[in-house]
């Protein structure tokens, strides 16, 4: 599903004017990671993707929706939203009926939820721990309760607000596993992450935030070639890439495959 | 947005820069002297003559007028007609309204008490808008106050602005996830539960991490704190505070002596 953002303004009510017009178009089936320092309206503008803020001035269309005319909890069967921490979400006394609560929300049927959950529980290896009180698990593990309540909701288009954020090694490659499996089934994912070699290695696309405006957007490999702009915003491009810069590599590398491959050329 | 719950309004004044047990000295030193004097008119024209100047001196007018406007008068003004219509004394009826009647003698007693009301809440208000609450505590603190007493109303202050913004963001989350928050009485009630667990559990979880924190920090040790902040007490304030403390004094005397 394509999301069209059309010159979005937004100003809180405070009069902090947080986006100072953005226009992207985000097509069906991209891998995009937003970037940028703190306060560069990342999180603003991803909250106008399922309504929970509107548009000061400009629009923006989920397909043919524009989320001035639809409640949260209708655009919600579009884009789901992962928030940063899970503990402000959790309510449930155990993992399946946690998980259960989004689809149930959307209105699915019994076997379509029962399947939706199932699947969710497997791709975030919580198959064995639904009966478990999500209290009760590590706060890595609560993340992952918290993605998978969103992912049983089989909206085409997923946020997720910084993942991997306190999370530990395994726990990053589950996460990366989940939006590859996502990426397989056609779905749009969009990452706010400060963590760069996470970006790197999992997204296609990266969007540069400044002061809320877009400082860059286009391919990763682009992107992270542009330090000097991207210094703007306090992003460092990914190790790899910087120590093929100061090698003297000819293109820009991202991940170790590319650099090796660079290397031995 | 974790903004404290105070009325606190940062401007460079005489007053802002007065020590805070000054100021809270002069705003109880009025309420006294507004309950206690012995002249009808003393609590008008503490309000005229006192109050009202302070806030222009203080710099902060402005809010003090809208404060008083919108919480001090609506509820000076309904204890005054209250007063004036049940107050059963005096002879001179002046107004009737079917079995109530305002006499004289009860609304100038109505008139005064409110008048003594609004002393004692815009005192306070104007303490709030040029004190910053944990300066007075700190303050109060250094001068012997137990730390835990003055714990409790900070925390207080700074708990309620971070549990609404908290409660927000689980609002959020909720609706990003199909609750209809929106609609019909019924399905909001039952919309509850996912808001107030988190709340709850977060709560509750921030106030033990709060406790270790400061404890962390040697809250309960018995030895003299030092402070970051020194807050300046200059002998031009402990000089007002005596002159203070003598007008309360003289004011409680007359009252004694002549009744």
């Not at chain 1, 689809?103 to 959950?117: A, C, F, Q, W």
């Not at chain 2, 409790?152 to 959020?172: D, E, F, N």
Request: aromatic share 8%; charged share 20%.
């Amino acid at each position: 599903m394509k999301i069209q953002i059309d010159n979005l303004r937004f100003t809180y009510p405070t009069g902090l004017e947080a986006l100072r017009g953005i226009s992207l178009t985000i097509e069906a089936g991209e891998q995009v990671a937003i970037v940028g320092q703190n306060g560069a309206g990342k999180t603003t503008l991803v909250r106008h993707f399922n309504g929970l803020l509107q548009p000061t001035v400009g629009s923006v269309l989920i397909g043919d929706w524009d989320t001035k005319k639809y409640p949260v909890a209708k655009l919600a069967s579009r884009v789901g939203y992962v928030f940063q921490n899970p503990d402000e979400q959790l309510f449930s006394k155990d993992v399946g009926t946690e998980i259960r609560f989004g689809p149930r929300n959307l209105g699915y049927s019994k076997e379509k939820i029962d399947g939706l959950v199932k699947r969710a529980l497997a791709l975030t290896e919580l198959s064995d721990k639904t009966e478990t009180n999500p209290y009760d698990l590590s706060p890595t593990w609560r993340k992952m309760v918290a993605l998978a309540s969103v992912i049983a909701m089989d909206t085409p288009i997923v946020i997720f607000d910084e993942p991997t954020t306190g999370q530990d090694a395994p726990s990053i490659t589950r996460i990366a596993h989940v939006i590859a499996e996502l990426r397989r089934e056609g779905k749009t994912v969009i990452t706010i992450t400060h963590d760069i070699d996470f970006c790197a290695e999992n997204f296609e696309r990266v969007i540069a935030l400044s002061e809320g405006q877009v400082l860059l957007d286009g391919a990763a490999i682009d992107v992270f070639g542009q330090d000097e702009i991207l210094a703007q915003t306090y992003v460092e491009p990914p190790q790899l890439t910087r120590l093929g810069k100061r090698l003297g590599l000819k293109e820009t590398v991202r991940n170790q495959e590319e650099f090796l491959n660079a290397l031995k050329r | 947005m974790h903004e404290r719950l105070s009325f606190y309004i940062k401007r460079n004044s005489v007053i802002h820069h007065l020590n805070p047990l000054t100021k809270l000295t002069l705003v109880l030193a009025l309420i006294l002297i507004a309950f206690t004097s012995p002249w009808y008119w003393t609590p008008h024209l503490l309000v005229l003559i006192a109050i009202i100047p302070l806030s222009f001196l203080g710099k902060v007018a402005p809010e003090f007028f809208k404060t008083a406007l919108r919480l001090i008068l609506p509820a000076a003004g309904f204890l005054f007609l209250m007063q004036a219509f049940f107050q059963p004394v005096g002879e001179t009826v002046i107004f009737k309204f079917y079995f109530l009647d305002m006499t004289q003698e009860s609304l100038m007693f109505a008139f005064r008490n409110a008048t003594r009301v609004i002393v004692m809440v815009s005192a306070f208000t104007f303490l709030l808008l040029t004190t910053h609450p944990s300066e007075l505590m700190s303050d109060l603190t250094r001068r012997g106050l137990p730390g835990q007493f003055a714990y409790v109303i900070i925390s207080t202050l700074q708990i309620l602005p971070q549990m609404q913004a908290k409660a927000q963001t689980i609002i959020s989350a909720q609706r990003s996830r199909g609750l209809d928050t929106e609609s019909s009485f019924i399905r909001r009630m039952g919309s509850l539960t996912p808001l107030i667990g988190p709340l709850v559990f977060g709560s509750l979880a921030e106030v033990e991490e709060r406790a270790i924190a400061i404890e962390a920090r040697g809250f309960t040790s018995k030895k003299v704190k030092t402070s970051l902040h020194e807050i300046p007490d200059p002998s031009s304030d402990k000089l007002i505070r005596w002159v203070l403390i003598i007008l309360v004094i003289i004011s409680i005397a007359l009252k004694l002596w002549l009744s």
